[in-house]
Nanobody, 125 residues
Framework: QVQLVESGGGLVQPGGSLRLSCVAS????????INWFRQAPGEEREGIAC??????GYADFVKSRFTISRDRAKNTVYLQMNSLKLEDTAVYYC????????????????????WGQGTQVAVSS
């Protein structure tokens, strides 16, 4: 059974950093694409970054501020977020989909069948 558990969210001041974790179970990261999404109140869920084996992709608005990585031994994907802004406040989710012949990275929320419960990130002074 595919399970994803996010952690690492919290309250941080503008300019601060957080590292989110997505612990995967029931599958190997070698066989799945993981995408981070976020959703602010009243907004649609938007993609942030993705990782498929050695390939990574980012939304334009987070390039150079956020970094996605994975630890195969821990079956965990990380999202390092630096220089956080007020508008980064949202619930952050990781999502997974099995790899297929087409590289869906980054993908849309509808491309991913498996989701974690989310972790809240609040950027406030």
């Amino acid at each position: 059974q595919v399970q994803l558990v996010e952690s690492g969210g919290g309250l941080v001041q503008p300019g601060g950093s957080l590292r989110l974790s997505c612990v995967a179970s029931g599958f190997s990261l070698d066989d799945y694409t993981i995408n981070w999404f976020r959703q602010a109140p009243g907004e649609e869920r938007e993609g942030i970054a993705c990782i498929r084996s050695q390939y990574v992709g980012y939304a334009d608005f987070v390039k150079s501020r956020f970094t996605i990585s994975r630890d195969r031994a821990k079956n965990t994907v990380y999202l390092q977020m630096n220089s956080l802004k007020l508008e980064d406040t949202a619930v952050y989710y990781c999502a997974a989909r099995p790899n297929g012949p087409i590289n869906i990275c980054p993908g849309q929320a509808t491309d991913f069948p498996s989701w974690g419960q989310g972790t809240q990130v609040a950027v406030s002074s």
